[in-house]
């Protein structure tokens, strides 16, 4: 089971920090994914972060201004946004993946929780 949170109305240049917490399966074996979904747009990947050895891949979007982190202890994932931009409004959900390569193609993930939304003001 993955839970987001975090989410809320922000200004544009303003930072969050979303929340993906996992239980159920063995964390330190999984792939944790970050996506978006804004209205009458197809979902976005992200983000993508290996649990296993810290390994990161982002979208061209998000790079340099997006951060993710896994804290295996506590079986979290964290999402780091900062200088948000009002397109960056949309559903954000995280999705899990057995394994070690990440990915942004969201058919290769077998687990999704509900999303938490973000909403940036210009």
């Known amino acids: 089971q993955l839970q987001a949170s975090g989410g809320g109305l922000v200004q544009s240049g303003g930072s969050l920090r979303l929340s993906c917490a996992a239980s159920?399966?063995?964390?330190?074996?999984?792939?944790i994914g970050w996506f978006r979904q804004a209205p009458g747009r197809e979902r976005e990947g992200v983000s993508s972060?290996?649990?296993?050895?810290?390994?990161?891949y982002y979208a061209d979007s998000v790079k340099g201004r997006f951060a993710s982190s896994s804290d295996n202890a506590r079986h979290t994932v964290y999402l780091h946004m900062n200088s948000l931009k009002p397109e960056d409004t949309a559903v954000y959900y995280c999705?899990?993946?057995?394994?070690?390569?990440?990915?942004?193609?969201?058919?290769?993930?077998?687990?999704w929780g509900r999303g938490t939304q973000v909403t940036v003001s210009s």
């Open positions: 972060i290996s649990s296993s050895d810290g390994s990161t």
């Open positions: 159920g399966i063995t964390f330190d074996d999984y792939v």
């Open positions: 999705a899990a993946r057995r394994g070690v390569v990440v990915t942004m193609k969201g058919s290769r993930y077998g687990y």
